[in-house]
Each structure stands twice: as C-alpha cells, then as structure tokens.
C-alpha cells in the first residue's frame, strides 16, 4: 500500500501550483497547517476512496513515488514522481479525486491511438484544449475506471 510511501511536507508558500489547478474550487485541503492524513482524505472521498487506494497502488507498483506538497494559490496537492520526472498531480474534492497527467500537445494522436484507452476518457483527450504546450489528461475517480491508472501512467513513461 503506497499509504506508507506518500509523505506529509508543506513547501515554501511561494510556489505556484499548476495552471490548471490554481483556485481548484472543490479543493478539500487547502489550510497549509493541516496536510492531508489518509483518514481525512478517506473522510473526503466517502465511498471513492477505494478507487483512490486502487490508483495510489498503480502509482506504487510502477515506482512512483507520491508527495502533498502546499501551493498557496492550490492548496494541498499531490505530487507523483519518477525520480526527477513529474509523472502526474492529484487533488481531493468531497467524492472526487483527480488524477492530472500532462503530455506535450504534439503528442495528442499518439494518446488517443491507444488501444487500451477508455472510450470516455479517449473523448476527453480529443476535446481538451492545450495549456501551453502541454495537454492536461485528466482521471476524475470514479468517473474513470481505476483501470485507466497504469495505462496512462506507462503512456506517461513512454511517452515524452
């Protein structure tokens, strides 16, 4: 379980979060004296917290590693690396969590050729609009199926 592995640390208040999570307003953790616990963050999910276990195992199994970090402008966001690289950002709204992977917009077919993409997030990728040059491919649990984690996450790897 990936619960042992996800550290608790708040950052300088001068970082930035990520354009497409600044002002998150469904964001559930956003005072930077209490970094979210996996019993709050159980409270704030109800019964989606299964399918967040379910996606922090994937994260696990593959290397990588899970960290909250505080974003003045975000509030308690989750920060998933590969030794340096950034592999995706996650938050946690009452029910939801959100699972962001970003990929260079030049790379946007070669995503959507996937064959093992969910069909819903297949049209999610094909109408998101780029943020800069990146392009924002986003899980909400339980919208997604938890099984749509590792896919992405090894396109992620694969892909740069």
């Known amino acids: 379980m990936l619960g042992d592995r996800v550290s608790h640390r708040a950052n300088s208040p001068t970082l930035a979060a990520p354009s497409s999570y600044r002002c998150a307003m469904g964001q559930a953790f956003r005072d930077q004296s209490q970094p979210p616990t996996p019993e709050a963050i159980a409270e704030v999910l109800g019964d989606t917290d299964a399918a967040w276990q379910e996606a922090l195992d994937a994260f696990a199994n593959a290397g ?58 297949r049209e999610r990728v094909a109408t998101t609009a780029p943020t800069g040059k990146s392009l924002p491919v986003t899980l909400r649990l339980p919208d997604v199926p938890t099984s749509q984690v590792p896919i992405v996450l090894e396109l992620k790897q694969r892909l740069r």
Not at 78 to 89: F, S, V, Y
Not at 100 to 106: D, G
């Open 64 to 121: 990588v590693d899970v960290a909250w970090r505080y974003y003045r402008d975000g509030g308690w966001l989750a920060k998933a690396t590969r030794g340096k690289a950034t592999m995706a950002w996650m938050s946690v709204e009452p029910g939801l969590a959100r699972i962001t992977f970003y990929f260079p917009a030049r790379l946007r077919e070669t995503v959507l050729a996937s064959p093992d993409l969910d069909d819903t997030l």
